[in-house]
């Protein structure tokens, strides 16, 4: 027969999982999570603002669930331009996403000349209900090169405008487009 004594089930209760592990798990959980398949829009513009930096952004879906986002940032000293990546997932229904990514910048400062360097993004958006209309923040730490600064780690809020909406498509609708894709269009 299997018996615990306390003192044995206190040694379970104290038990300390190591950082390195947590992070793994989260990670693991990130990445197998379900994309955000039910996004409410394919192109969307708008403006950004965080810190002394603001500007324009656009975004593009290019593939389910996945978006291309430019920035074109102005601050007093610099302007940039940059190109991310997004793998979007959804959070309590298709209204609410977080989103990952990373890209690339270039930029001007005024003191130091021309400047580039790496982006990571993790952010969540919100598509106001019944408006064309959606709400991000995000943090975008980036490395640069050529640059005053090695890193930066930015944090912005973003209202963009919907210019083209996400068209609905009923499950018998993808099933023949995806057979149709697999057999080829002039095979009937």
Known sequence: MFFLFPSQLLRFASFQPKPWAVLLAAGLAAGFAPP??????RTTAGIRAGGSAYGLTVQQLVLPSTTLEGLAL?????????????????????????????????????????????????GAEYKIPFARVVLSVDFKPTVEFNS???????????????????????VKGFFERMKNKIKGSDSE
């Not at 890193?151 to 210019?163: D, H, K, N, Q």
């Open 36 to 41: 955000a398949l039910a996004q409410k829009y």
């Open 74 to 122: 102005f601050s007093t000293r610099e302007r940039s331009a940059t190109v991310l990546a997004e793998r979007h997932f959804g959070i309590l229904g298709p209204s609410l996403n977080y989103y990952l990514g990373a890209g690339a910048h270039v930029g001007s400062h005024k003191d130091h000349g021309t400047f580039w360097g790496f982006d990571g993004i993790v």
């Open 148 to 170: 005053a600064d090695w890193t930066r780690f930015p944090t912005a809020f973003s209202v963009r405008y919907i210019l083209v909406k996400q068209k609905k498509e009923s």
